[in-house]
């Protein structure tokens, strides 16, 4: 198929805008005869003027030629190799042009890419294509757009600068297919349509509606670090809205959102918890993992420790155990890290110390580890529900006396 193709004049795509990094990589590909394309997210913010957090390129290099190309590169990926063309404060993901998914009865390739081969989901690797293939096997039309350093043009091969005028999350080929080859494009979709303010495509949220139970398939790994993307990305709130719609929540967060459904106020919490996480992320402060999960779990985790103490169980212990129950379990679909479960437990575990404000322990408290992230979850649950006001002016005059060092930047 011709792609449509948009000369440098009518398109928005500044030079200025792209990373030197990636500029780099992109002119010494092409200047040493390759073809030499940036692509994926870098494309699409770029066109939709909003800054992207990073910057793909494809070629028609080979893995072993960019190396040759680059000093400062490493080969990764065992099983397609991709090249991190690595520049001081910044990694261009450099891959060769991908084709699609070889048949399932072809032998010749055994190796296993996202996940083991249930529920029709992709386990073969992949081989070198054309451009043409490579924009084909990404999953939105949005996201397979290319920018040609050559003559400045971008190139679309899947109708994506329609779709991004229109507004719409759009599969490339048949969703119900893309979906069980990969079953964490239905949470991207939910990303993207929330962080852009899109919509999903019918036939696309269609599918999403009748897939949602292949998401428990995904590789736990995978989906951990695409759930950070979706409450990271600045619109978490919107994002939540397209997975509450679509009942991805279900299988993703299985236990916690049964918990929600029983009572809108516990909706209405988290609601408040990501519309605090995207006032954070627009005053340009980055939140890690541990206290992401500590916020928008926070209520959950109390519930599950009250019922804990009820029976016996100290508070302090009650805390932190309902959070590794919680967690732990999780794991199964959220492969959460157990540094981040054990900071999570601690947050929770410390909430109790912020009780106490005589003799030396208070002190003791202050100058620990975790106190920092205790304290901001404190001071967030205080504020939201109108309580502890005498303790939060204390701790945060005695936070202020500290001069920490910020955890987020
Ligand atoms: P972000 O702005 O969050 O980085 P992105 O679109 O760049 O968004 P990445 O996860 O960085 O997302 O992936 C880069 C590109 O790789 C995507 O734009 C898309 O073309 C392709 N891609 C990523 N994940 C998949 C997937 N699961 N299936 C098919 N293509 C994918
Ligand atoms: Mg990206």
Known sequence: MEPVIVKRADHCISRKNISSAAVKVLYHLKDSGYKAYLVGGGVRDLLLKRNPKDFDVVTNATPEQIRKLFRNCRLVGRRFRLAHVLFRGETIETSTFRAPVPDEADEAYSEHIFSTGESGMVTRDNIFGTPEQDALRRDFTINALFYNIADFSVIDYAGGLNDLKEGIIRVIGDPDKRFAEDPVRMIRAARFAG?????????????????????????????????????????????????????????????????????????????????????????????????????????????????????????????????????????????????????????????IRFQRTKGARPQRFLHSEGFLDAFLYFKFSSKSHGRNAELLDYWTEQNDSLKHKPHYK
């Open 195 to 351: 962080m852009l303010g899109f919509k999903i495509e019918s036939s696309a949220y269609d599918s999403i509606c009748r897939n949602k139970e292949l998401l428990t398939h995904a590789s736990p790994s995978r989906m951990y670090d695409e759930v950070q993307k979706l409450f990271f990305c600045g619109n978490a709130n919107e994002v939540f809205g397209w997975l509450e719609r679509s009942d991805l929540l279900h299988p993703m967060f299985h236990d916690f959102s049964h918990w929600i459904d029983e009572d809108r106020a516990r909706h209405d919490w988290v609601t408040h918890t990501l519309e605090q996480m995207d006032r954070w992320r627009k005053a340009g402060l980055q939140v890690h993992p541990s206290l992401l999960f500590a916020l928008i779990f926070g209520e959950y985790h109390e519930f599950l420790a009250a019922q804990l103490e009820a029976d016996g169980v100290s508070a302090h212990d009650a805390c932190k155990l309902a959070v590794q129950q919680h967690l732990r379990a999780m794991c199964e679909n959220v492969r959460v890290p157990k540094l981040v479960i054990y900071q999570v437990s601690d947050i929770m575990g410390n909430q």
